[in-house]
């Protein structure tokens, strides 16, 4: 499976944008970009993913890179319930299971 | 609430002993997986079934097994258990099995060795 790189850890105060980057320099073609995040004694809840276009949800935004070496969550608006730690996994088509690295743990102060 | 649930939730045990986590998806999902979460592994994969078939194997010792079954939940069986056993056991499930299938998590079973 292809790499993610991201920060360890990040914060950010509360109702700031939040912007959690990971780098995914040997990307394939086929490679789908996923976020996670795991709230504290919780499971992992999915966030978003994309492959090559910008993507929005309710939830967050994704920005990929042109050359989709990199790929950027953007948490518009951060409340103290998105802390969290996140997730950027790269899904090959054809490989369902999720491939968690160590996550970028986001504090939100107040 | 993901809608998947997973029984029990806290299960303390001794080193050499079996125990069972039962996992029941969400309504529809055909496909369930399972992760370990350990403070030094991080989360792993483990097991993947579909619709009753193993589908994906990860790292997954000899010593655990699991099977889906015709209602679709599942049971990931642990036996002679060892202290670095002890990890918080995860199962998710998706609709089919599709690489862009939103995996929903459930709560976890915390696995206790003594």
């Known amino acids: 499976d292809a790499k993610t790189t991201q920060p360890n850890s990040m914060e950010s105060n509360e109702e700031e944008p939040v912007h959690l980057p990971c780098n995914h320099s040997?990307?394939?073609?086929?490679?789908?970009i996923h976020w996670y995040r795991q709230l504290p004694s919780q499971g992992p809840e999915y966030v978003i993913h994309?492959?090559?276009s910008n993507v929005n949800n309710r939830m967050a935004s994704l920005a990929i890179a042109e050359d989709r070496k990199s790929s950027t969550l953007i948490l518009h608006r951060a409340t103290l319930r998105d802390a969290a730690v996140y997730y950027c996994?790269?899904?090959?088509?054809?490989?369902?299971?999720?491939?968690f690295g160590t996550g970028t743990r986001l504090t939100i102060i107040p | 609430d993901s809608g998947v649930t997973q029984t029990p939730k806290h299960l303390i045990t001794a080193t050499g002993q079996r125990v069972t986590l039962r996992c029941s998806p969400r309504?529809?999902?055909?496909?369930v997986y399972w992760y370990q979460q350990s403070l030094d592994q991080g989360l792993q994969f483990l097991i993947q079934?579909?619709?009753?078939?193993?589908?994906a194997k990860g790292n997954i010792l000899e010593r655990f097994s699991a099977q889906q079954f015709p209602d679709l939940h599942s049971e990931l069986n642990l036996s002679s258990l060892e202290l670095g056993d002890s990890a918080l056991y995860f199962c998710a499930s998706s609709l089919g099995g599709a690489s862009t299938d939103t995996q929903y998590f459930g709560p976890g079973t915390r696995l206790t060795v003594l």
């Open positions: 994309g492959l090559t």
């Open positions: 040997t990307i394939s073609g086929t490679d789908y």
């Open positions: 309504s529809g999902d055909l496909s």
């Open positions: 996994i790269l899904r090959n088509f054809g490989n369902e299971k999720l491939t």
């Open positions: 079934y579909y619709n009753g078939e193993e589908r």
